[in-house]
Protein backbone atom coordinates (compact mmCIF):
# COMPACT_ATOMS: atom_id res chain seq x y z
CA UNK A 1 0.00 0.00 0.00
CA UNK A 2 2.60 2.43 0.92
CA UNK A 3 6.26 2.80 0.21
CA UNK A 4 8.53 4.98 2.46
CA UNK A 5 11.83 5.60 1.50
CA UNK A 6 14.05 6.30 4.57
CA UNK A 7 16.77 9.17 4.41
CA UNK A 8 19.39 9.54 7.26
CA UNK A 9 21.41 12.82 7.83
CA UNK A 10 23.59 13.20 4.60
CA UNK A 11 23.15 15.08 2.23
CA UNK A 12 23.55 12.86 -0.92
CA UNK A 13 20.65 10.72 0.94
CA UNK A 14 18.08 13.42 0.67
CA UNK A 15 19.03 13.77 -2.99
CA UNK A 16 18.79 10.39 -4.23
CA UNK A 17 15.68 9.86 -2.11
CA UNK A 18 14.35 12.86 -4.55
CA UNK A 19 15.80 11.01 -7.53
CA UNK A 20 14.01 7.58 -6.26
CA UNK A 21 10.83 9.64 -6.03
CA UNK A 22 11.00 10.92 -10.03
CA UNK A 23 11.85 7.46 -10.89
CA UNK A 24 8.82 6.06 -9.54
CA UNK A 25 6.57 8.86 -10.64
CA UNK A 26 8.16 8.03 -14.50
CA UNK A 27 7.43 4.08 -13.81
CA UNK A 28 4.44 5.28 -12.91
CA UNK A 29 3.65 4.18 -9.36
CA UNK A 30 1.28 6.39 -7.51
CA UNK A 31 2.82 9.67 -5.76
CA UNK A 32 0.15 9.73 -3.28
CA UNK A 33 1.39 6.40 -1.58
CA UNK A 34 5.40 7.65 -1.89
CA UNK A 35 6.44 9.32 1.29
CA UNK A 36 9.79 9.82 3.56
CA UNK A 37 10.73 9.19 6.88
CA UNK A 38 14.13 11.34 7.85
CA UNK A 39 15.98 9.05 10.47
CA UNK A 40 18.23 10.21 13.09
CA UNK A 41 17.41 13.74 12.46
CA UNK A 42 18.38 16.10 15.33
CA UNK A 43 20.61 18.64 16.00
CA UNK A 44 23.56 17.27 13.24
CA UNK A 45 20.97 17.10 10.94
CA UNK A 46 22.42 19.44 7.67
CA UNK A 47 19.60 20.26 5.61
CA UNK A 48 16.28 22.95 7.20
CA UNK A 49 12.89 22.19 6.36
CA UNK A 50 13.03 23.99 3.83
CA UNK A 51 15.60 22.67 2.04
CA UNK A 52 14.58 19.37 2.89
CA UNK A 53 10.89 20.51 0.79
CA UNK A 54 12.32 21.55 -1.90
CA UNK A 55 14.90 18.52 -2.28
CA UNK A 56 11.92 15.66 -1.38
CA UNK A 57 9.53 18.12 -3.32
CA UNK A 58 7.61 17.69 0.03
CA UNK A 59 6.96 17.43 3.86
CA UNK A 60 8.48 13.75 5.21
CA UNK A 61 5.78 11.91 7.05
CA UNK A 62 7.53 11.47 9.79
CA UNK A 63 10.92 12.15 11.86
CA UNK A 64 12.43 9.80 13.81
CA UNK A 65 14.79 11.41 16.26
CA UNK A 66 18.88 10.91 16.67
CA UNK A 67 19.84 9.25 19.64
CA UNK A 68 23.06 7.37 21.37
CA UNK A 69 20.85 4.52 23.23
CA UNK A 70 20.04 3.05 19.48
CA UNK A 71 23.28 2.15 18.75
CA UNK A 72 24.13 1.42 22.59
CA UNK A 73 20.73 -1.19 22.74
CA UNK A 74 22.14 -2.64 18.98
CA UNK A 75 25.63 -3.43 20.99
CA UNK A 76 23.95 -4.41 24.34
CA UNK A 77 21.24 -6.26 23.31
CA UNK A 78 18.80 -4.81 25.01
CA UNK A 79 15.25 -3.88 23.84
CA UNK A 80 15.48 0.34 23.76
CA UNK A 81 11.51 0.82 24.36
CA UNK A 82 11.51 -1.35 27.35
CA UNK A 83 14.70 0.26 28.72
CA UNK A 84 14.77 3.66 27.13
CA UNK A 85 10.90 4.42 26.71
CA UNK A 86 11.04 8.12 27.26
CA UNK A 87 13.77 8.30 24.71
CA UNK A 88 12.90 10.97 21.83
CA UNK A 89 14.57 8.13 19.40
CA UNK A 90 11.18 5.69 20.77
CA UNK A 91 9.09 8.73 21.47
CA UNK A 92 9.76 9.56 17.13
CA UNK A 93 8.69 6.00 16.50
CA UNK A 94 5.56 6.09 18.31
CA UNK A 95 4.50 9.09 16.60
CA UNK A 96 5.18 7.71 13.06
CA UNK A 97 3.11 4.37 14.27
CA UNK A 98 0.34 5.87 15.95
CA UNK A 99 0.11 8.52 12.29
CA UNK A 100 0.08 4.65 10.35
CA UNK A 101 -2.53 3.57 12.77
CA UNK A 102 -4.63 6.38 12.80
CA UNK A 103 -4.71 6.43 8.73
CA UNK A 104 -5.38 2.94 8.23
CA UNK A 105 -7.97 2.99 10.95
CA UNK A 106 -9.82 6.06 8.68
CA UNK A 107 -9.60 3.96 5.99
CA UNK A 108 -10.09 1.14 7.13
CA UNK A 109 -13.84 2.59 8.51
CA UNK A 110 -14.36 4.48 4.89
CA UNK A 111 -14.13 0.89 3.43
CA UNK A 112 -16.90 -0.90 5.78
CA UNK A 113 -19.14 2.35 5.36
CA UNK A 114 -18.95 1.75 1.67
CA UNK A 115 -19.68 -2.02 1.27
CA UNK A 116 -23.08 -2.75 0.72
CA UNK A 117 -25.34 -4.39 3.76
CA UNK A 118 -25.24 -8.05 4.48
CA UNK A 119 -21.77 -8.34 2.35
CA UNK A 120 -18.91 -10.25 3.61
CA UNK A 121 -15.68 -8.34 4.47
Known sequence: DRLFIVIDNEIAAAKNAGQTLQLLKKANYPESKIDFIVNRA????PMSDDVL???????????IPESDKVA????????????????????????????????WTSRLSLCRNRRKPGADF
Not at 77 to 100: H, Q, S
Open 53 to 63: LKTLTRSPYAK
Open 42 to 45: GDHF
Open 72 to 103: EAINQGYDIVEKAPGDPYVEGVRKFLAALVKE
